[in-house]
């Protein structure tokens, strides 16, 4: 069993940056692939990023790329996703979601075994 608490979310203007943690517990933390996710007012939850559970490999949505880092630290049981040059369309509830195993990353929300609650990011033009 895991639990995820995501924390870092705010209010920003364009351009501005934020990173967000995704707090996670148990001592096998690192045996998870964590992906974020994203859901705003009114549209689907869409996939942002993902990190190899030891954080050799990262993916990113196309909207994010370049914009985006994602980063772990196993010794303390968190990942983080550093979000640079903010859009007023990057404003949504974010997620982390936790999958067992290996080096897959999946970009599907449903291929993820736990989430956490989520933090709002809201950025203003």
């Known amino acids: 069993q895991v639990q995820l608490v995501e924390s870092g979310g705010g209010w920003v203007q364009a351009g501005a940056s934020l990173r967000l943690s995704c707090a996670a517990s148990?001592?096998?933390?690192?045996?998870?692939?964590v992906g974020w996710f994203r859901q705003a007012p009114g549209k689907e939850r869409e996939f942002v990023s993902a990190i190899a559970r030891i954080g050799d490999l990262t993916i990113y949505a196309d909207s994010v790329k370049g914009r985006f880092t994602v980063s772990r630290d196993n010794a303390k049981n968190t990942v983080y996703l550093q979000m640079n040059s903010l859009k007023p369309e990057d404003t949504a509830l974010y997620y982390c979601a936790a999958r067992y195993g290996g080096n897959y990353l999946s970009r599907l929300g449903h291929e993820y075994d736990y989430w956490g609650q989520g933090t709002q990011v809201t950025v203003s033009s």
């Open positions: 148990g001592r096998t933390f690192s045996y998870y692939a």
